[in-house]
């Protein structure tokens, strides 16, 4: 069963293809900062910075083709799906960035895997080659920060961001009038 395109659902079609764009444009420049911090500032990620990256890679490419479906007014019900996948997906982000930010405030534990000191060098016999070359990111660490807040607490925000945008696309594809 297809969609039917009624005349009043251009202007939810088109919010729809601005709210996708936005989310992909904000997603992609986000992403693109995140490696430019890495392979340009050589400031490494811990593994809770690498997880929320999860979401960028997920929601570049749909949001592009949420835009594609609105700008050629495609299946509704595609639409919906793909902005309540994007809703929740950066949902959880901003949840997980704000988790992280605490981590790093020191308000609640981290994981032990990338907090604390414990860690290991395998080999007794190597352990001085070994811590060397070892290079330990942590989650509970600040590397960078700017106005008070760090990487983690800005994905917090910016994922917030992409989610009230992808809820306010949903929200107008939700009311259909004919």
Not at 41 to 46: A, E, R, T, V
Not at 145 to 152: E, Q, T
């Amino acid at each position: 069963m297809t969609d039917v395109v009624f005349s009043s659902d251009r202007p939810a079609r088109s919010r729809a293809f601005r709210m996708a764009l936005a989310i992909c444009v904000i997603a992609f420049a986000t992403i693109a900062g995140a490696w430019f911090f890495q392979l340009v500032l050589g400031i490494q990620p811990c593994p809770m910075c690498l997880e929320q990256r999860y979401a960028y890679y997920i929601g570049i490419p749909l949001a592009a083709v949420l835009a594609l479906v609105a700008a050629r007014e495609g299946s509704r019900s595609l639409l919906v799906a793909g902005f309540a996948v994007l809703f929740c997906v950066t949902v959880f982000n901003s949840a997980f960035g704000a988790y992280h930010a605490g981590v790093e405030w020191g308000f609640w534990p981290g994981p032990t895997e990338c907090t604390g000191s414990a860690v290991d060098f395998g080999n007794p016999g190597n352990l001085l080659e070994n811590l060397k070359t070892a290079k330990v990111v942590r989650c509970d660490e600040v590397q960078w920060s700017f106005l008070g807040l760090s990487l983690a607490g800005y994905n917090a925000l910016i994922s917030a961001l992409m989610a009230a945008l992808a809820g306010w696309g949903l929200l107008g594809l939700g009311r259909r009038t004919t």
